[in-house]
């Protein structure tokens, strides 16, 4: 069985500030897979980033990196130089290597005040 | 590809009424999901199909819930009978294969009165 937590329901931060979103997990899984999601006010579930758990190297798109301690079950995000458009639920999810079941924590609920 | 197509996209229906909610995946994409979002329980995995065949189904919530899939292209979530406690936004999703990213539709908020 695989759980999410995510422990901040809401954050704020000032646009062009960095912030951080955390998320630990638990899974039985040597293989598996992390994900971050963000759901703006439209709905719309969109990927922001992967990590593949075996891969040591943090993965980085664009403003978004996270920080993976694998040891630790943490798989934070830091959105630096925060947009406007930034503002939405977040969402840490897993899945295992195998086979494809994801697992969402409860979101975090990001805004960016200008 | 338009991405993942849901239909429709607002339902609102009377308690006791049979309830059908569509969704059409990405072409090639050989997983297809149904998750239902509440604000009390967040997202939660109802079920999911690999090549059209249900994997698991432990997140249906009861026997009123069924799922299917009868080609690649095509699901259905059906509720008979539906109760307001039934009431979330649907979503549909589908991936290419295991680890890979789930693309989701627009979902489709479900409303029993």
């Known amino acids: 069985a695989q759980t999410v937590t995510q422990s901040q329901p809401e954050m704020s931060v000032q646009e062009a500030e960095t912030v951080t979103l955390s998320c630990t997990y638990d899974t039985s899984e040597n293989n598996y897979y992390l994900f971050w999601y963000k759901q703006p006010p439209s709905r719309q579930m969109i990927l922001v980033i992967r990590q593949e758990a075996y891969k040591q190297q943090n993965a980085t798109e664009n403003r978004f990196s996270v920080n993976f301690q694998k040891a630790a079950k943490s798989f934070s995000l830091k959105i630096s130089d925060s947009q406007l458009g930034d503002t939405a639920m977040y969402f840490c999810a897993t899945s295992p290597g195998g086979y494809q079941k994801v697992t969402f924590g409860t979101g975090t609920k990001l805004q960016v005040i200008p | 590809d338009a991405g993942v197509i849901q239909s429709p996209r607002h339902e609102v229906t009377e308690m006791g009424q049979e309830v059908t909610l569509r969704c059409k995946p990405i072409?090639?994409?050989?997983?297809l999901f149904w998750y239902r979002q509440t604000m009390m329980r967040g997202l939660e995995l109802l079920i999911y199909f690999n090549n059209n065949v249900p994997i698991d189904d432990s997140g249906m919530p009861e026997d009123r819930f069924s799922a299917k899939m009868p080609n690649a292209s095509f699901s259905t979530l059906k509720i008979q009978p539906s109760e307001p406690r039934d009431s979330a936004v649907y979503f549909c999703a589908s991936s290419f294969r295991a680890g890979t990213e789930a693309f989701f539709g627009q979902g489709t908020r479900l409303t029993v009165v």
């Open positions: 072409s090639g994409h050989d997983y």
